[in-house]
């Protein structure tokens, strides 16, 4: 089993729809949770970062992490094209000093 | 403010050939961290330099060294290339005094195709 499972996609949605994406994670050890967003052909940009469980929103995005079931969500509102892109969830231990353990990421694609 | 600089961006090596990618860390920042990203996939860390020396290593072999300057510049070297060492290469650099953070800037990366 990997350490963290992320379905690949691809997910295509019309302009304006929600978003769910989600990661579950098998080691108890991680506390630190992100969202990256990869455009083609660029390097991955840190869209949300989230400690322990809980929620964090910030504009569109909200990240929630529930640790008891090793699950963690990024929900996109009112999706734009410009969204299209490659999200991967992240995780770090405690002391983890930035060895980042990245699921395989999803494709999604927002049609106008 | 210049984001962490790689290159070169794109290059074709064959077999058993070595190569050497470059990063130049975000100004301010002093860690530099390697990932490869093979296509379709996640970023697999590789290792990560502090202070000059490799701080922690991923699950890579001997073949995948590297280096960290003075300047906080890095390099990864891959020898013995084989196929299956294709993919994209990020640097990845934190700020000064964040560690643990996960605030890590990515570069665009360099693409390494081997025939």
């Known amino acids: 089993q990997k350490e963290v499972e992320q379905d690949p996609g691809p997910l295509s949605v019309p302009e304006g729809a929600i978003v769910s994406l989600n990661c579950t994670y098998s080691n108890s050890a991680f506390q630190y949770f992100m969202w990256y967003r990869q455009y083609s052909r660029k390097g991955p940009e840190l869209l949300m970062y989230?400690?322990?469980?809980g929620n964090k929103e910030d504009g569109r995005f909200t990240a929630q992490v529930d640790k008891s079931s090793k699950y963690i969500s990024l929900f996109i509102r009112d999706s734009q094209p410009s969204d299209s892109a490659t999200y991967l969830c992240a995780m770090e231990m405690v002391g983890g000093s930035e060895k980042l353990v990245f699921g395989k990421g999803t494709k999604l694609t927002v049609n106008p | 403010d210049a984001g962490v600089t790689q290159s070169p961006t794109h290059l074709i090596k064959t077999r058993g050939q070595q190569v050497t990618l470059r990063c130049s860390p975000k100004s301010g920042h002093d860690t530099v961290s390697w990932y490869q990203q093979a296509l379709g996939q996640g970023p697999q860390f590789i290792f990560q330099?502090?202070?000059?020396?490799?701080?922690q290593r991923g699950n890579f072999p001997d073949r995948f060294s590297g280096h960290q300057f003075p300047n906080y510049s890095s390099e990864l070297n891959v020898n013995a290339l084989l196929l299956g060492d294709s993919a994209l290469y990020l640097c990845?650099?934190?700020?000064?005094?964040?560690?643990?953070?996960?605030?890590?800037?990515f570069g665009e990366g360099s693409r390494l195709t081997v025939l």
């Open positions: 989230t400690y322990s469980s």
């Open positions: 330099y502090y202070e000059e020396e490799e701080r």
């Open positions: 990845a650099s934190t700020p000064a005094g964040t560690g643990g953070s996960g605030e890590l800037f």
